[in-house]
Nanobody
Framework: QVKLVESGGGSVQAGGSLRLSCATS????????VAWFRQAPGGEREVVTF????????EYADSVKGRFTISQERAMATLYLQMNNLKPDDTAMYYC????????????????????WGQGAQVTVSS
């Protein structure tokens, strides 16, 4: 089992920055996938960024490239999402997600790739 506990989030004006944290515990995630997803009101839960630990791959959604950065420390014990130059369209509930084993180098993009989820953190960006 894996437990994920998020912190951070809040309200900022457009152009501002926020950082989300996700503390993980339980099984090792070094060979798995760790990710940040987001879900806007009335929308689908979509991937923002992920690390495929088994294959050493990090990817970002086109909408956040150059503005958001995923990082981790202490062998995936803590995940971070640094969000810069925030836009109103970034307003959503943000979730960290994890799976302890990556089945392949092209995986980790989909919600179904993950069995473990954080409780969510609200990010609100005003114009």
């Amino acid at each position: 089992q894996v437990k994920l506990v998020e912190s951070g989030g809040g309200s900022v004006q457009a152009g501002g920055s926020l950082r989300l944290s996700c503390a993980t515990s339980g099984r090792s995630l070094m060979s798995g996938c760790v990710a940040w997803f987001r879900q806007a009101p009335g929308g689908e839960r979509e991937v923002v960024t992920f690390i495929n630990g088994r294959y050493g791959r990090t990817e970002y959604a086109d909408s956040v490239k150059g503005r958001f950065t995923i990082s981790q420390e202490r062998a995936m014990a803590t995940l971070y999402l640094q969000m810069n130059n925030l836009k109103p369209d970034d307003t959503a509930m943000y979730y960290c997600a994890a799976e302890h084993w990556s089945p392949g180098p092209e995986r980790c993009w989909e919600r179904n790739d993950y069995n473990y989820w954080g409780q969510g953190a609200q990010v609100t960006v005003s114009s």
